[in-house]
């Protein structure tokens, strides 16, 4: 037993040496292993579930279960980005998948150090940038992959990998032509099918979204999808059906391309640009709705279906409508040359023809760069709202004006219309509690003491510091902020302290820190108990000395900067348990201001629900609601606070073309009691369909282990083929007659998923195939027991 740890740290060490000397993949490299354990049997577990294999939810038990005595860190580091990826990929609501994968990135970040090879810092980015571009902030996702590339050398076998994972960001939004130089120069064994599957895949996507239809032919008979999976198969799915549509009807004479037969139906997005080419604007508008509600896509996804929602509205001339879109898609970072053609067009409807001539010249430059000139021509063939004559003319001069001519964008555009307020009114509410917490705001604003913020997450914590600082002598100053649990303790040292150069591996620079580039202004700290034993000595001597001592310096610094912490944790609870040190939270603790809950200040919702109504509008207009309306917010509990109660109001207001006037049946709130009121269906949707009574997703009762239904036992797996019949089945039973859509929709599968299930039951004759007219959209199926009347 002496000799165990020495073997396996030998082993480990020659599993790590082929991953980053070789570009193959982890789990082939552990699979040629001839010694294992439970991390390895784990994470080829967690790489069969990515692959898409069956009856691997196990996985995630015995990810939880997993030995980490003796494990090699560097090994242990790839296990948690394993986990991570597939935690993001498990769980239907990206709010419990990207809690989950971004405590597993910051426990792998722990285990970072000088020793660590750069190759696996840097799929620790990747994963990072993934998680990153979830939520729509596509500038930041690039950013980190970009930086992610820097960590490894031009010749590393591994670059690649991280190459592919840039070219499908830019592949998405149509800018693959910049990434182009550098994926040939990179050097991959063209024996791997997967990786040249994969470079193949990027530019079939990248073709789709810039129109080049006859190049997308070219590609798409020589890609083999067998090899995708997740959100691979998706994108190439997609793009599939945006050729389907798209491709037959702008260029003349091209072959026909097939779609397979077992899945007639289109999504909801494709109904929306089928609806466009038809200029049939109501229904296009009607089911971008529809998928909005089921995906929620408008804000953080890029692709051809991601602006639906903004070509819908400006279609029916609704301009704020799609200007809110706009603004909340950027708001995000969520960036795309695009943009422009949107925002001119929004211009137009607003009669701001000069603003929209500006726009139109800055579209153009990237357009012709990423030869996306045909791709242009089919979003000015769904334009239906614009002047042809207006719009050409615009195009023709743009095109042909010389570059020094080109107006800049106006910033009101990438910044928004809501400004940040400077002091206490900022605070919306009319409760007790708030008005304290206002008395308390211009109270410590004067006063140069660190302030403790405490409360649940969402309630506004920050805005309070903000505020707090905004509203004192240091407005003019700084105000920089830092998320204490976001960051491994080496980094947030470096990061808050600064750094001499040379002082550990990568420092080729002096480095301020924070404490030191705030100045005379204000820092932020954000979950302050989550920082280590270590760094919260040091930030006792910061509050006590006003003095730090950057990482690598003999010498003490004076700081003069304000410190104010935030934390959703109780105090506490952690000091007893020896978590956090009892000193440094009496020093925190001398000035405190607490945030209750949402649901303890019922007072406030509704002036919050109409602040959110008005945010963005022209000045004197405002929303309304009605006494329904009013009442559901207020009978709601809003467990995520006023951060879940802005994005309910935000989705209404996108569901609804920013209408002025909002009743209980706009709101879209998950727990709220279902009322017998319908979604009402576009007029596409043909004879015999009939919508289910709530085609709402159901709640996973927990990210690592989704449940259907909070009424089914926790061992029902959502993977589970044999289980999702069962439930199909009962579906039937109970609503007859369902299309494919709804199934879909009421299960939460994808489109080849529903499609295999209804010729299971088909073949078994539990249902029939109704298509009561020649079109593929009317098809619906019924149950037999419907038809028989058993």
């Known amino acids: 037993m002496a000799y165990y740890y020495p ?126 571009g979830a939520v729509g902030d596509r500038v930041n996702q690039e950013a980190i992959l970009r930086n992610a590339l820097t960590h490894v050398s031009p010749t590393a076998p591994r670059r690649i990998h991280i ?33 040249a599957g994969r470079l193949l895949l990027c530019r079939y996507i990248d073709a789709v979204e810039t129109c080049q239809w006859d190049t997308a032919r070219s590609i798409s008979g020589n890609i083999d999808h067998g090899l995708f999976h997740g959100p691979q198969l998706a994108a190439f799915t997609r793009s599939r059906f945006v050729v389907h549509l798209l491709a037959n009807a702008t260029s003349r004479g091209a072959p026909s391309v097939d779609l397979p037969m077992a899945d007639p139906n289109l999504p909801d997005w494709g109904l929306v640009i089928q609806c466009l080419m038809d200029e049939r604007t109501e229904q296009a508008l009607r089911w971008a709705r529809v998928s909005e509600k089921h995906t929620g896509d408008s804000v953080p996804s890029t692709g051809w279906p991601s602006f639906n929602l903004v070509r819908a509205e400006l279609v029916q001339r609704h301009p704020s409508a799609a200007e809110r879109v706009m603004q909340l898609r950027q708001a995000a970072g969520n960036m795309h040359y695009l943009d422009h053609f949107f925002l001119a067009r929004i211009a ?76 206490t009114t900022s605070i919306i509410g009319q409760s007790h509690d708030l008005a304290q917490i206002r008395q308390q705001v211009l109270q410590l604003a004067p006063l140069d003491v660190s302030i403790l913020v405490t409360g649940e997450t969402g309630t506004g914590k920050e805005l309070i510091a903000r505020t707090i600082h905004e509203a004192g002598p240091r407005k ?3 105000f920089l902020a830092v998320n204490c649990g976001a960051i491994s303790e080496s980094l947030l ?132 609601m009605t006494d329904s309306l009013r009442e559901a917010l207020l009978q709601h509990p809003w467990p995520g606070n006023v951060r879940e109660l802005r994005n309910a109001i935000e989705r209404m207001r996108l569901l609804n073309s920013d209408k ?68 199909l089945r009962r579906l039937f039973r109970e609503h007859g007659m369902l299309t494919r859509q709804e199934i879909m929709k009421a299960m939460d599968i994808s489109s080849g998923t529903a499609t295999s299930y209804l010729r299971k039951l088909c073949s078994e004759r539990t249902v029939n195939r109704i298509q009561p007219t020649r079109s593929p959209r009317s098809v619906y199926f019924q149950s037999n027991r419907e038809q028989t009347g058993r």
């Open 7 to 132: 073997i396996i740290r030998i082993t480990m060490n020659t599993i790590i040496q082929r991953y980053t000397g070789t570009g193959k993949d982890l789990s082939d490299i552990l699979q040629e292993h001839d010694r294992r354990d439970s991390l390895i049997d784990t994470i080829l577990l967690l790489k069969e579930f990515l692959a898409g294999k069956p009856g691997t939810n196990g996985a995630f038990l015995a990810a939880r279960n997993v030995s980490v005595e003796s494990a090699d860190p560097d090994l242990f580091i790839l296990f948690l980005i394993t986990w991570a990826e597939a935690s993001f990929l498990q769980s239907t609501f990206i709010r419990d998948r990207l809690t989950q994968a971004w405590a597993l990135v910051r426990k792998a970040e722990n285990l970072v150090s000088s020793a660590t090879p750069p190759e696996i810092v840097a799929d620790l980015k990747v994963i990072t940038a993934t998680l990153t």
């Open 163 to 195: 190459l592919l994972s840039l070219a499908d960001l830019y592949a998405q939004t149509g800018r693959l032509s910049e990434l182009e130089p550098e994926l040939q120069k990179a050097s991959y064994d063209t024996s791997d099918a997967v990786t």
């Open 348 to 423: 137009v409807l607003e009669d701001r023809l000069a603003d929209a001539f500006h726009h139109i010249t800055d579209l153009v430059p990237p357009v012709m760069n990423h030869h996306a000139e045909k791709r242009l021509a089919t979003e000015c063939r769904l334009a239906s709202e614009l002047r042809r004559d207006v719009l050409f003319e615009m195009l023709h001069v743009a095109f042909t004006q010389p570059p020094e001519r080109r107006a800049p964008v106006p910033t009101e555009y990438h910044e928004g219309r809501i400004a940040p307020r400077t002091d």
């Open 493 to 624: 040292e470096s990061e808050l302290f600064g750094h001499e150069k040379g002082a550990f591996s990568g420092a080729a620079t002096v480095h301020r820190g924070l404490f030191e580039e705030a100045g005379q202004g204000t820092i932020l700290l954000d979950e302050i108990g989550e920082i280590t034993p270590r760094l919260q000595v040091a930030l006792l001597r910061v509050l006590e000395t006003g003095e730090i001592r950057p990482v690598g310096s003999a010498r003490s610094r004076v700081v003069h900067c304000r410190i104010i912490a935030l934390t959703n944790a109780d105090l506490d609870t952690l000091s007893r348990q020896g978590r956090f040190r009892k000193d440094l939270l009496y020093r925190l603790r001398r000035m405190a201001i607490h945030v209750p809950p949402l649901r303890e200040r019922k007072a406030d919702i509704l002036p919050l629900a109409l602040y959110f109504l008005d945010s963005g509008r022209p000045a004197g207009v405002h929303a309304t």
């Open 660 to 727: 002025l006037d909002y009743g209980a049946e706009d709101l879209d709130i998950e727990d709220r009691v279902h009322t017998s009121t319908t979604q009402e269906l576009p007029e596409s949707t043909s004879r015999g369909r009939q919508p289910t009574a709530d085609s709402r997703r159901p709640a996973p009762a927990d990210a690592d282990s989704p449940t259907p239904s909070r009424s089914e036992p926790w061992f029902m797996d959502r993977n589970s083929a044999a289980r999702n019949l069962v439930r």
């Open 476 to 478: 003019a100053a700084p």
